[in-house]
């Protein structure tokens, strides 16, 4: 190979190298953009979820093992936080609560 071959590739490389860079920089922040897109998508969706639990009566709530004041809880989390964590974490504790309710010896 000539000298000139020689200089015009190490010349080039680095430019190749950069937009190389450039492009996969570009694609993971268009992933980036996506995974933040469906997070939104999904409280959005869960917001909307909370809405239609407000409108059970109490019964129905009670059977799933929520009260209105679990609901009121969820409403008030940030707008961009997820509400049915509240909703997951207060259910669990009242089914764990009658679990060990349940199995504590009675006293006479």
């Known amino acids: 190979m000539s ?3 020689e200089t015009r590739r190490i010349v080039v490389a ?5 937009v190389a860079a450039f492009c ?3 694609v ?14 999904r409280r959005f969706e869960n917001r909307r979820v ?13 059977d799933i093992g929520l009260t209105r004041a679990d609901l009121r809880d969820a409403s008030a989390a940030p707008f961009v936080g997820d ?3 509240v909703l997951v974490l207060r259910a669990t504790e009242r089914r764990a609560a009658a679990r ?6 009675r006293e006479n």
């Open 3 to 5: 000298f000139q071959g």
């Open 14 to 18: 680095p430019v190749g190298e950069m």
């Open 24 to 26: 996969l920089a570009l």
């Open 28 to 41: 993971r922040g268009a992933s980036n953009g996506v995974k933040i897109a469906g997070t939104m998508a």
């Open 50 to 62: 909370l809405g239609e639990l407000a409108g059970l009566d109490d019964r129905m709530l009670r």
């Open 83 to 85: 509400p049915t964590r």
């Open 100 to 105: 060990l309710l349940a199995r504590a010896p």
